[in-house]
């Protein structure tokens, strides 16, 4: 237990500290652009801790994770134009819809393996887009403005920013708290195993599929909690949420922050938007800058940020 | 009755005509993911690229035809040019490094495209003789320009296979497949032929590009989505193999735009109008996906499995 202060571990806790106290800093000088910036963050934080489960920890490359996302966002979307507002039924909905796609899903494209596996998911996820595209009762194109955010009674009043942001950072927090049991449990390891030797795996006797596909529908379901959470967060929801490039974002974050570490994905999706913020700022144009630096990392830094804050020895 | 039979005439040769368009985009792709194991998503940057290219050199040369051709030297020269600085980096690299760099690759062409040719789509207009229409029965007419398309499809397809099978350079790039080190320790230049084999792939999709750029406008992101129905299309035929992705691509194309035209009618049968008009559109986007789910569930490695693969 010598390396508690380790750079990474103390990067770690300046970022949670931080977030932790964003709000107050919100509240005092009446500043909520970054409070707004920072749930938004948190919320795909949320989703990418998701991905990083069977991405990371599982070598499962989803290509289509938004479409969790979208499903969670569009249940709460079309309970809310139903007049169905209260949270407690929306939300358990949400994720029971994104666990029986998952589990449908899952179980289609985990017999595949390697680029199938990839080009699969995301065929699926593209279907699901389609889908969301020809509901015309529900915005089509154009998408959904949700009216009235989930209503949890006295619980919570999901409009308050603070109270909101809150939420979003405690759910995220269980997540990784949640990956973090799951990862070191049998389970995981079985997961983790299965990723390194399959054969090897399957040889000791494990069923290997259906821990796979557990773990698929787990990560879909925590994704779907964060499709949720961003419907109720922009007061609107269309497909655009899970259009590809989205998934493709997920990953870029997992990738960017470190694959199979707890909060690289936090730290993933943090630099990703803060550098769209940044970039945007800089020149309408910022993608082209993007572009090429993520072939750059992908090329030169591969264990993405998590692995250069632990390869660095402190003092 | 004889409209239905036009109809679906019609419907079948525009379902053929989208086929060959995907098995242009299809055969770059699983090319070189056969040859260099290499997912590359970007390459319906190159689609859109050749459309672009080719409204632009059109419109300066005021000549279709050679609009045409400099589109494809310019898209080829684009693909060999991507190979040589970003692609040739990612050999022997994770798939999901692949997937990531290419993903860069798309933003940043999207991106240039908007910075070099802006925001708006560009229409090319067809010269005279191909905007025509042509009497393929007694009083059926059909736009000659879908039938330059398929015979022109088909030539390419055609000549596709030839080159592969009956030359040298074929020879080498299905020797280059299979194994690699033992080409190069054959004193044959891989690096080259990857090059070569790569741009080719490239100036196929730039080709069906600017084949659709008359059709449809030239947009940006317009190659994603077709990118997306050509990753069904390699995957229903096997990822790897050009016969699979021919047959996959005629199979995908003809179910799309046949399941359009007509799912509408066929539900209208069974249930209420209103139904059946809020249903058909959903499920016939959905049509392609479910048939590659059906593929997949009865043969995981696509229709022509490739070995080693």
Redesign the interface.
């Known amino acids: 237990m010598s390396a508690i202060f380790t750079a990474r571990n103390l990067v770690i806790g300046a970022l949670l500290v931080f977030l932790a106290l964003l709000p107050v800093y919100a509240v005092a000088t009446g500043q909520f652009f970054p409070l707004t910036l920072l749930t938004r963050i948190v919320i795909l934080a949320l989703a990418a801790t998701s991905l990083n489960l069977i ?1 990371g920890y599982g070598g499962m ?1 989803s ?1 289509g994770h938004a479409a969790y996302m979208g499903l969670g966002g569009y249940v709460v979307g079309i309970m809310a134009k139903e007049d169905i507002t209260s949270g407690f039924a929306q939300w358990p909905l949400a994720l029971a819809v994104c666990a029986l796609f998952a589990l449908v899903v899952g179980a ?1 494209c985990l ?2 393996r ?3 596996f ?3 998911t ?3 996820a ?2 699901i887009y ?2 969301a ?5 529900y915005g089509g194109d154009d998408g959904l403005t949700i009216y009235r955010r989930s209503q949890f009674t006295n619980l919570i009043d999901l409009s308050g920013k603070v109270q909101f942001y809150y939420l979003c950072l405690a759910l995220l927090l269980a997540a990784i708290w949640l990956v973090s049991r799951l990862i070191n449990s049998r389970f995981g390891m079985v997961i983790q195993g299965s990723r390194s030797n399959e054969r090897r795996m399957r040889a000791i006797g494990f069923p290997i599929l259906r821990y796979r596909l557990a773990s698929f529908v787990i990560a879909g379901m925590m994704c779907g909690l964060a499709g949720a959470l961003l419907a109720n967060h922009t007061d609107f929801i269309s497909p655009a949420v899970m259009h ?2 989205r998934s ?1 974002d997920l ?2 974050m997992i ?1 960017l922050g470190g694959m199979g570490s707890l909060f690289g994905p936090l730290i993933g999706a943090i630099t990703l938007l803060m550098l769209e913020e940044g970039l945007s700022r800089v020149t309408e ?4 800058i ?6 750059f ?3 030169y830094a591969h264990g993405g940020i998590d692995g250069i804050l632990a390869s660095l020895r402190r003092g | 009755m004889r409209d239905e039979v036009i109809l679906l005439i019609e419907q079948c040769l525009n379902g053929l005509q989208f086929g060959l368009l995907l098995f242009l985009l299809a055969a770059g792709l699983t090319l070189v ?1 056969g040859i260099m194991d290499v ?1 590359n998503l970007a390459h319906g940057s190159f689609y859109m690229l050749g459309a672009y290219f080719a409204a632009t050199f059109a419109a300066l040369t005021e000549s279709f035809a050679l609009g045409a051709v400099l589109a494809l030297a310019a898209t080829l020269a684009v693909g060999m040019a991507v190979e040589l600085i ?1 692609i040739r ?2 050999y022997g690299r994770d ?3 692949h ?3 290419t ?10 495209v ?2 070099v040719w802006g925001p708006a789509g560009m229409n090319l207009p067809l010269p005279p003789f191909l905007s025509a229409s042509v009497e393929i029965l007694p009083d059926v007419h059909y736009p000659a320009y879908r039938l330059a398309i398929i015979v022109a499809a088909l030539a390419v397809a055609l000549t596709l296979y030839m080159v592969v099978m009956h030359t040298r350079v074929g020879m080498l790039i299905r020797a280059g497949a299979s194994n690699r080190e033992m080409v190069s320790a054959l004193g044959i230049n891989i690096q080259l032929l990857y090059t070569l084999v790569f741009g080719v792939g490239a100036a196929l999709a730039g080709l069906a590009g600017l084949i659709q750029a008359p059709i449809l406008t030239a947009q940006i992101g317009m190659g ?1 989505n077709i990118l ?1 129905v050509a ?2 299309v ?2 229903i035929g096997g ?1 790897g193999s050009i016969r699979g992705a021919f047959v996959a691509a005629i199979f995908v194309g003809l179910v799309d735009t046949v399941g359009r035209a007509f799912l509408p009618e066929l539900f209208r049968l069974v249930m209420t109008p209103a139904a059946a008009s ?1 249903l058909a ?2 499920l016939s ?2 049509l392609i ?1 479910l048939l ?2 059906v593929v ?2 009865w043969q ?3 229709l022509f499995p490739v070995d080693g693969k």
């Open positions: 991405l490359v290509f289609l017999r595949t390697g680029v199938y990839i080009m699969i995301l065929a699926f593209q279907m389609y889908v595209v020809g509901l015309d009762r590809w490039t493709g990953i870029v990738v144009y910022w993608q082209i993007v572009g090429p630096l993520l072939l990392i992908v090329v | 993911f997912v970003a980096k990612l798939h999901l490094d997937v990531l760099a993903f860069g690759l798309i933003l940043f062409f999207n991106e240039l908007r910075l994603e997306i990753l069904v390699i995957i990822i809020a559109p959903a986007s959905m996906y590659m789910a997949l569930v995981p490695q696509g």
